[in-house]
């Protein structure tokens, strides 16, 4: 069974940071793509950023250069690295694995940027 599981969410202000954390299980992880995607309310998911199987990165262009997306093999996992954050980035963050004709979700994490 193919679990991915979010963590690290939560309410910030304008300006912080968090980090965003996806565990993999029931996969071959080194050999998946893996990405973060969010849909803030009112809009259709839409990609942050994604790490290929050979840590080749590329991220939306609203995130660039203050998001960083890495993965550690060893111990399954995606991380989102967010600074500079913005009321805008406000969505539910979602972690998704992709390789062939396969491709898995995580349940979601909120991510409010506020004052």
């Known amino acids: 069974q193919v679990q991915l599981v979010e963590s690290g969410g939560g309410l910030v202000q304008p300006g912080g940071s968090l980090r965003l954390s996806c565990a993999a299980s029931?996969?071959?992880?080194?050999?998946?793509?893996m990405g973060w995607y969010r849909r803030a309310p009112g809009k259709q998911r839409a990609l942050v950023a994604r790490?290929?199987?050979?840590?080749?990165?590329d991220y939306a262009d609203s995130v660039k250069g203050r998001f960083t997306i890495s993965r550690d093999n060893a111990k399954n996992t995606v991380y989102l690295q967010m600074n500079s954050l913005k009321p805008a980035d406000t969505a539910v963050y979602f972690c998704?694995?992709?390789?062939?004709?396969?491709?898995?979700w995580g349940q979601g994490t909120q991510v409010t940027v506020s004052s």
């Open positions: 029931g996969i071959m992880f080194s050999t998946y793509d």
């Open positions: 790490i290929n199987f050979g840590h080749g990165t």
């Open positions: 998704n694995a992709a390789h062939m004709f396969y491709t898995y």
